[in-house]
């Protein structure tokens, strides 16, 4: 618990989607979330944007399973106050907080109380939440044969890939989704960018971490909804993500923009249809940055669906390689023997330039009576005449 009179305060800001109100947090504010289970790039966001305190309207962790979110922010020294009810969603945006323990007030008023987090209730919760992983694999199979009966022709036949004008036949393929450590893996794999220039895919908000990383995406794909008009506008070939049905809520902001695009029906998650995407038109090798591999990170996304990231690893098989295997196997094929080409490559132009200059050439004729000086005095230590001057 946080200590009587240890309290903070700050202006509010709220949105009930934490992936929302982190485009606009600024250091000193009072985060508003209503976010269950909180996941750990949400955290993450979080901690970046640098709030004076978290206030969750829900449950940071259920008991669903053990998720990394709250020990985030509160290993950060960020107060997190729990399952504050959703009369804390009523404070006005811009409202003066005072968070004291596990009180919210504004002004004189009782806002809302509910559970301050630290280190010992958090250890607390995540013991409890270990004991039902089991009944989450139970659930997880479920929906993997679930999605297998649904998108069999998808999985097996590539039934269903849109036509696009992208050509992938050949190339290698960066996926990047704002997931964990993306800017991180991104950073790492510069060289490789350079060098091999892969086509760059960015899964809703995986276009901006392109962006901010001084790239272009060549390909965005997602349902759009965190993705900017920026990147939208960046020149890249858009695939909306739709349901199985063909609704796809993401295509009418697509459509206001003026913006073309195709539209892409499938269960599972954007980040799945990217990689089957890739897989179905050609690509010989896959580098997923910030994607989703173990079973905390499936239920981390908080959707039934990450089934299908589980299958679609299956089917696109030894093509795919996370960003991190990348950067310890890469190597920059730059051997010894180039080195020393280039260095003498630049020897040879320093010389060119100095022999056109009037500076230059006097230092040659310098250098030239010093090699002749040098010459004669050797050949005086063993009896010979010297040698007449250079003209």
Same mark, same amino acid.
């Given at each position: 618990?946080l200590?009587?009179?240890?309290?903070?305060?700050?202006?509010?800001r709220?949105?009930?989607?934490t992936k929302?109100l982190?485009?606009?947090l600024?250091?000193?504010?009072?985060a508003?979330i209503?976010?269950?289970?909180?996941?750990?790039?949400?955290?993450?966001?979080l901690?970046?944007?640098k709030p004076?305190a978290? $206030?969750n309207?829900?449950r940071s962790t259920?008991?669903?399973?053990?998720?990394?979110?709250?020990?985030? $922010?509160?290993?950060?020294g960020i107060?997190?106050?729990?399952?504050?009810?959703?009369a804390?969603?009523?404070?006005?945006?811009?409202?003066? =907080?005072?968070?004291?323990?596990n009180?919210?007030?504004a002004?004189?008023?009782?806002?809302?109380e509910?559970?301050a987090?630290?280190?010992?209730?958090?250890e607390?919760?995540?013991?409890e939440?270990?004991?039902?992983?089991?009944?989450?694999?139970?659930?997880?199979a479920?929906?993997?044969?679930?999605?297998?009966?649904?998108?069999?022709? /998808?999985? @097996?036949?590539?039934?269903?890939?849109?036509?696009?004008?992208?050509? @992938?036949?050949?190339?290698?393929?960066l996926?990047?989704?704002?997931?964990?450590?993306?800017?991180?893996? =991104?950073?790492m794999?510069?060289?490789y960018?350079r060098e091999?220039?892969p $086509?760059l895919?960015?899964?809703d908000?995986?276009a901006?971490?392109i962006?901010?990383a001084?790239m272009?995406?060549d390909m965005i794909?997602?349902?759009?909804d965190?993705?900017s008009d920026?990147?939208?506008?960046?020149?890249a070939?858009?695939v909306?993500?739709a349901?199985?049905?063909?609704?796809?809520?993401?295509?009418?902001?697509v459509?206001?923009?003026?913006?073309?695009?195709?539209?892409?029906?499938?269960t599972?998650?954007?980040?799945?249809i990217a990689?089957?995407?890739?897989?179905? /038109?050609?690509?010989?090798?896959?580098?997923?940055?910030?994607t989703?591999?173990?079973?905390?990170?499936f239920l981390d996304k908080?959707r039934s669906?990450m089934?299908s990231?589980?299958?679609?690893?299956?089917?696109v098989?030894?093509?795919l390689?996370?960003?991190?295997?990348?950067?310890? /196997?890469?190597r920059?094929?730059?051997?010894?023997w180039?080195?020393v080409?280039?260095?003498l490559?630049?020897? /040879?132009?320093? @010389?060119?330039?100095?022999a056109?200059?009037?500076?230059?050439?006097?230092? @040659?004729g310098?250098?030239?009576?010093?090699?002749?000086?040098?010459v004669?005095f050797?050949?005086?230590?063993v009896?010979?005449?010297?040698t007449?001057?250079?003209?």
């Amino acid at each position: 618990m946080l200590e009587s009179g240890s309290g903070t305060s700050g202006p509010a800001r709220v949105d009930a989607r934490t992936k929302n109100l982190t485009k606009r947090l600024q250091p000193g504010d009072v985060a508003v979330i209503d976010h269950e289970d909180l996941d750990r790039v949400s955290a993450e966001a979080l901690v970046a944007c640098k709030p004076v305190a978290v $206030l969750n309207a829900a449950r940071s962790t259920s008991g669903r399973y053990p998720n990394l979110g709250p020990g985030i $922010l509160v290993d950060a020294g960020i107060p997190l106050v729990d399952d504050l009810g959703p009369a804390v969603m009523s404070v006005r945006e811009g409202q003066h =907080l005072d968070v004291s323990g596990n009180e919210v007030r504004a002004g004189d008023e009782l806002v809302a109380e509910g559970t301050a987090q630290d280190p010992e209730t958090i250890e607390k919760n995540m013991a409890e939440a270990r004991e039902g992983l089991s009944v989450q694999l139970e659930a997880f199979a479920a929906n993997t044969m679930d999605y297998v009966q649904r998108e069999r022709e /998808l999985l @097996f036949d590539g039934v269903g890939v849109p036509e696009v004008r992208t050509s @992938f036949e050949g190339r290698q393929a960066l996926v990047v989704v704002r997931g964990y450590h993306y800017k991180e893996d =991104l950073a790492m794999l510069r060289s490789y960018i350079r060098e091999y220039r892969p $086509l760059l895919v960015g899964v809703d908000g995986g276009a901006d971490a392109i962006l901010e990383a001084g790239m272009k995406p060549d390909m965005i794909v997602g349902d759009m909804d965190s993705v900017s008009d920026k990147a939208l506008r960046s020149g890249a070939e858009i695939v909306v993500h739709a349901y199985r049905d063909g609704r796809a809520p993401g295509q009418q902001r697509v459509q206001d923009l003026g913006v073309e695009h195709v539209v892409f029906p499938a269960t599972g998650t954007s980040e799945d249809i990217a990689m089957l995407l890739a897989d179905d /038109l050609g690509a010989e090798l896959i580098v997923a940055v910030g994607t989703h591999d173990t079973m905390v990170e499936f239920l981390d996304k908080g959707r039934s669906g990450m089934a299908s990231t589980f299958l679609t690893r299956l089917r696109v098989g030894s093509k795919l390689i996370d960003a991190k295997g990348v950067s310890r /196997l890469y190597r920059t094929r730059i051997s010894t023997w180039q080195l020393v080409l280039l260095a003498l490559a630049g020897l /040879l132009a320093l @010389f060119v330039a100095l022999a056109a200059t009037n500076v230059g050439q006097t230092i @040659f004729g310098l250098s030239g009576a010093w090699l002749d000086d040098l010459v004669n005095f050797f050949r005086s230590l063993v009896g010979l005449a010297p040698t007449a001057p250079a003209s």
